[in-house]
C-alpha cells in the first residue's frame, strides 16, 4: 500500500520560513519524480514545484520562485519544501505527490498539510 504522509505545516508569520516533509513507503521513491501542490480556500489546486527521481531537475511555479526550494533524500524515502519569504497569499493546504518517471499525471497524494501564513 502507497502512502505519502506530508508533516510541517503550521502557523507562521509572514516573512517566516517553513520546512515541509513528505515521507513515501509502499512505492521504490527513486524511481518517481516528485512535486508539490497546493490549494487554497475557494480556489483549484495549483502547482508549486517537482523535483525529477534523480534530483537531477527541478521546477517551480513563478509565485514561488526564489522564495520555495525542493528537494529529497532518496535514501530516506522523504522529500522537502524548504518556504522562505512566507506570505499570506501562500497560505493553503499543501499536498505532495508521486509519479512514475515516463507518465504525467500523478499517480500518488498524500493528505495534505495546512500552512497558514499571518500578516
Known amino acids: 500500500q502507497v502512502q505519502l504522509v506530508e508533516s510541517g505545516g503550521g502557523l507562521v508569520q509572514a516573512g517566516g520560513s517553513l520546512r515541509l516533509s513528505c515521507a513515501a513507503s509502499?512505492?521504490?521513491?527513486?524511481?518517481?519524480?516528485m512535486g508539490w501542490f497546493r490549494q487554497a480556500p475557494g480556489k483549484e489546486r495549483e502547482f508549486v514545484a517537482a523535483?525529477?527521481?534523480?534530483?537531477?531537475?527541478?521546477s517551480y511555479a513563478d509565485s514561488v520562485k526564489g522564495r520555495f526550494t525542493i528537494s529529497r533524500d532518496n535514501a530516506k524515502n522523504t522529500g522537502y519544501l524548504q518556504m522562505n519569504s512566507l506570505k499570506p497569499e501562500d497560505t493553503a493546504v499543501y499536498y505532495c505527490?508521486?509519479?512514475?518517471?515516463?507518465?504525467?499525471?500523478?499517480?500518488?497524494w498524500g493528505q495534505g498539510t495546512q500552512v497558514t501564513v499571518s500578516s
Open positions: 509502499g512505492l521504490t521513491f527513486s524511481s518517481y519524480n
Open positions: 505527490a508521486a509519479r512514475r518517471r515516463a507518465v504525467i499525471k500523478y499517480d500518488y
Open positions: 523535483i525529477t527521481w534523480g534530483a537531477g531537475s527541478t
